[in-house]
């Protein structure tokens, strides 16, 4: 597979990931607050359920295409900077431990006793995920560039 196919992969599922995350952060996160109050914690129990299954179900396929092509563009073998690589697995790193144990456990917990609390500590976490994908957003361009 050519260089500019396997950016061009890396590119689109990225800034695809990009997009979704600034969407969860700036929407979809704060309005569990307001399903929350305005529907109690049985309501929001059934929520928060059908929202897991289906952002992890958005979100899986574009993750691992974008994992898998970030492996694939190794600067031993394209001609693409190693500093941007090395940033880019370093923020895959940090995107993967904080969903794992950051994101996943407060969704958690979140089903177990939903409160305010959490919510808004679920808010506050999800922005090392959204600064994290938005890097590699502005590394895919820059490897578009």
């Known amino acids: 597979m050519s260089e500019a196919i396997v950016i061009m ?3 689109i599922s990225t800034l695809f990931l ?3 995350i600034w969407t969860i952060q700036i929407v979809h996160y704060p309005l569990f607050s307001d399903v929350l109050a305005g529907t109690g914690k049985t309501a929001f ?3 928060l359920e059908a929202h897991n299954k289906k952002i992890t179900n958005l979100v899986t ?3 691992a295409i974008q994992g898998l092509s970030a492996l694939a563009l190794n600067p031993l073998i394209f001609d ?3 500093a941007a690589m ?14 794992l144990f950051l994101q996943i456990p407060i969704h958690t917990q979140l089903l177990d006793s939903p409160t305010q609390q959490l ?6 976490t999800n922005w090392v995920r959204t600064a994290g994908w938005t890097g590699q957003g502005a590394i895919a361009v820059f490897w578009l560039i």
């Open 9 to 11: 992969i890396f590119a």
């Open 61 to 63: 396929v574009p993750w």
């Open 80 to 82: 693409i900077s190693w």
């Open 86 to 99: 090395l940033a880019n697995w370093a923020l895959s790193a940090l995107l993967l431990v904080s969903t």
């Open 45 to 47: 129990h059934t929520y």
């Open 119 to 124: 919510i808004d500590r679920l808010v506050l």
């Open 18 to 20: 990009c997009g979704l």
